[in-house]
């Protein structure tokens, strides 16, 4: 039987997954920085923290670098779309408008299901039980 973590390092589990939630409050790299902040001070005291601080970290980190990536993709395709349409600027408009909502449903689904997976990791957290993000790149391990 495993043994239950005490209500303290279940807390800092929790803040660990709940921080992240920092860049929707308007901090800059909040996402990364808060799960970070958690592993930095309590990660190497609870086996448990530094799980799901991990983890966590793990998962803000995939996303942010998916974010970036897709930001990049959509500015080339915009740019190589401009440069290729110069000559005619009313042909231009459908597929600019269609990159550009493709882009922001893409980004609004990685938003909800990132929030989704926040919440299952800290109701988790809360229970005591371990908790794998999903496609999560596990840069720490």
């Known amino acids: 039987?495993?043994?239950?973590?005490?209500?303290q390092e279940r807390n800092w589990a929790m803040a660990a997954h709940l921080s992240a939630l920092l860049?929707?409050?308007?901090?800059?790299?909040?996402?990364?920085?808060?799960?970070?902040?958690?592993?930095?001070?309590?990660?190497?005291?609870?086996?448990?923290?530094?799980?799901?601080?991990?983890?966590?970290?793990?998962?803000?980190?995939?996303v942010s670098l998916?974010?970036?990536?897709?930001?990049?993709?959509?500015t080339a395709a915009t740019l190589s779309l401009a440069v290729y349409s110069s000559s005619d600027s009313s042909a231009a408009f459908k597929p600019f408008a269609g990159l550009w909502i493709g882009f922001a449903i893409l980004v609004l689904l990685v938003l909800f299901f990132s929030l989704v997976f926040i919440i299952m990791g800290t109701i988790a957290?809360?229970?005591?039980?371990?908790?794998?993000?999903?496609?999560?790149?596990?840069?720490?391990?």
């Not at 974010?67 to 993709?73: D, E, R, S, Y």
């Open 1 to 7: 039987m495993q043994v239950q973590p005490a209500a």
């Open 23 to 62: 860049a929707v409050a308007g901090m800059p790299f909040g996402q990364v920085l808060g799960p970070l902040i958690v592993y930095l001070i309590k990660g190497h005291e609870s086996e448990f923290v530094g799980e799901h601080s991990r983890a966590s970290l793990n998962y803000q980190i995939t």
């Open 66 to 74: 998916l974010i970036v990536v897709a930001a990049i993709v959509a």
């Open 125 to 141: 957290a809360a229970e005591g039980r371990p908790y794998t993000y999903p496609l999560a790149i596990r840069f720490l391990r």
